[in-house]
């Protein structure tokens, strides 16, 4: 593989990681832990599917994708805002709760318990990066939008404040659960756009095809000290891990189970170097009054 096809490959596998840790940080500097970043990807890639199938438009597609994705978000946020659930607990329980309703309405809309019909994708062309997909595109720009959102903007400007000092946001006058509930909805919008990506790229679902990808986006959270384009790189390095496996595959170098580790080692020894020093927003995980 000559280094532009790796660059082409990278950036394509990149996509998801990008959309769903951009999710992961702008609820977690809301103070809201988001290990439910696998469950909003795997509800936006069926949802997407399921648009896109029966209405024959990749467009509406990508709007369902989105709907289900915000509709998971704002469960997370009523369970862990309005009851509040433990907010790790609460993000097991929506992975879970993704995978069984994503199984249960793929055997009733496709008589399968493994995979859709064929769907249709956006336009592949030949381009400055080999692709012409919006999708692309969208995802390798959601970080700069997050840090302008997070850094420049008076919503952002709470979003810290809110993640920092609930308590002090709110005798300003801030509402804590008005920007945590915003926060987490997005959250769920930009995880599940990573999931649509999945879908509409392989031009159909298949059941747990995110694979653990929102997982390598919360380590890339962290392992980006919750700072969007910190997060993005990291999400680059994973990607790159990934790109590399892949091309390692084809070769008799080393047993495949030994490449098919090499995303998640990688994963294990960034996280390991953060550990201690990676300072999260301080009422991380806490709800407040």
Not at 24 to 39: D, F, H, K, P, Y
Not at 114 to 125: K, Q
Not at 196 to 210: G, I, N, P, S, Y
Not at 266 to 275: C, D, H, K, M, N
Request: charge should be positive; proline fraction near 4%; include cysteine.
């Amino acid at each position: 593989m000559n280094p532009f096809d790796f660059l082409t490959q990278t950036l394509r596998i990149a996509v998801p990681y990008l959309f769903a840790a951009s999710g992961g940080v702008v609820a977690e500097r809301a103070g809201i832990i988001t290990l439910s970043l696998e469950g909003y990807m795997l509800t936006g890639a069926f949802s997407a599917t399921l648009g896109a199938h029966y209405s024959g438009n990749v467009w509406i597609g990508l709007l369902c994708g989105m709907l289900g994705g915000l509709i998971f978000g704002l469960i997370h946020a009523v369970a862990t805002i309005r009851f509040r659930a433990d907010q790790v607990v609460t993000g097991i329980a929506i992975n879970l709760l993704a995978i069984g309703i994503t199984r249960f309405f793929l055997k009733l809309a496709f008589d399968s318990s493994s995979n859709s019909p064929r769907i249709g994708g956006f336009a592949v062309n030949t381009s400055a990066l080999g692709f012409d997909n919006p999708l692309l595109w969208m995802g390798l720009l959601a970080a700069p939008a997050l840090a302008f959102l997070i850094y420049r903007t008076p919503y952002g400007l709470r979003v810290r404040a809110v993640g920092e000092h609930p308590e002090a946001a709110e005798s300003v006058g801030i509402s804590v659960k008005r920007v945590r509930y915003i926060a987490v909805a997005l959250s769920g919008v930009l995880a599940a756009l990573g999931g649509v990506f999945l879908a509409l790229d392989q031009h159909q679902f298949t059941d747990q095809m995110t694979a653990g990808r929102g997982f390598i986006a919360v380590a890339a959270v962290i392992f980006g000290r919750w700072d969007p384009m910190r997060a993005a790189l990291a999400c680059l390095l994973f990607a790159a891990a990934e790109t590399l496996q892949i091309q390692l595959q084809g070769n008799q170098i080393m047993a495949s189970q030994f490449v098919e580790m090499i995303p998640y080692v990688l994963t294990i020894i960034a996280l390991a170097g953060v550990v201690g020093r990676a300072v999260p927003p301080a009422a991380l995980g806490k709800t407040g009054e």
